[in-house]
């Protein structure tokens, strides 16, 4: 009857309750509010589901927003929240509010590698939309400072070192000195290969893990190393493109297209069916 439903419901509403106090007191040390706690988690729940159902992404993402939004209200030092609410910010194009975002998560918790990687990837993006060439080489600049910040707490991070690489390859292309443009592209070189090398070992390690335990987790690590190689490729074509250009003598030339190729079908092995690479 409707005493037993509204019963059930309230039971349901205070197991939830206790769940989150549980895991506050269990992931926070007990310094999140519980209310916080539940909002975050709903956050999570609701920006999962956009990532699930792209028909309502949009919905879904200003639903996260707001939850994550509500987490902070009740927690101003919930970093993840900040960092989470970040991340929606950034899928809704709210680039400035998701850097303030990432900005106040690493406030708090200066510990965490992936807050500064979120900055420099805010950072990237925002370069994207700039056509004044001394503001997008500063704007890359700041890219590298906080990729720099997150490998300083975590140096093994392929993928900081791959976002570090793009940047100096972005402004080698665009440097008009020829030493200079050579640092750069020597620069680019190096993250690339230390981010592919990085990526490479990760990658084959998973293929020893129990079946149970590969998935999602050895698809991120692939995709990773694929990024990782075809970047560093990408980065010996625009190096040998520049040095056609200089009229760069033929012996050097010829050492520069070799490694092309062979990163090439390294990068093959790893996905195959990509056409990027075929």
């Not at 993840?80 to 850097?99: C, F, H, I, P, S």
Request: net charge positive; glycine share 6%.
């Amino acid at each position: 009857d409707q005493s037993t439903s509204i019963q059930v419901e309230n039971l349901d509403a205070m197991v939830r309750e206790l769940a989150m106090r549980i895991f506050t007191d269990v992931t926070e040390g007990g310094t999140t509010r519980w209310r916080a706690t539940s909002a975050f988690t709903q956050g999570l729940r609701d920006y999962r589901n956009c990532l699930l159902s792209p028909k309502d992404q949009f919905k879904n993402l200003n639903n996260a927003e707001k939850r994550f939004l509500e987490a902070i209200s009740e927690d101003s030092t919930f970093d993840m929240a900040w960092y989470n609410l970040g991340v929606v910010q950034t899928e809704l194009k709210r680039l400035d509010a998701a850097y303030q975002a990432f900005l106040t998560a690493a406030r708090i918790n200066p510990g965490k590698w992936e807050i500064y990687y979120a900055l420099a990837l805010n950072q990237f993006e925002k370069s994207q939309g700039i056509t004044d060439w001394s503001r997008k080489e500063s704007t890359l600049q700041e890219v590298i400072r906080h990729c720099t910040q997150a490998l300083d707490l975590s140096p093994g991070k392929p993928q900081g070192h791959t976002l570090e690489g793009v940047c100096y390859r972005t402004m080698a292309i665009n440097e008009q000195d020829p030493a200079r443009k050579r640092e750069l592209f020597d620069k680019a070189s190096r993250c690339h290969r230390f981010a592919a090398k990085r990526a490479w070992v990760a990658w084959c390690a998973d293929q020893f893990l129990p079946e149970r335990d590969q998935g999602i987790r050895i698809s991120g690590t692939q995709r990773t190393c694929w990024i990782a190689l075809w970047d560093l490729a990408r980065t010996y074509f625009f190096s040998l493109r520049c040095a056609i250009e200089s009229g760069t003598g033929k012996e050097r030339l010829a050492s520069l297209f070799g490694p092309i190729e062979r990163v090439l079908i390294q990068a093959r092995s790893v996905q195959p069916a990509n056409a990027a690479v075929m």
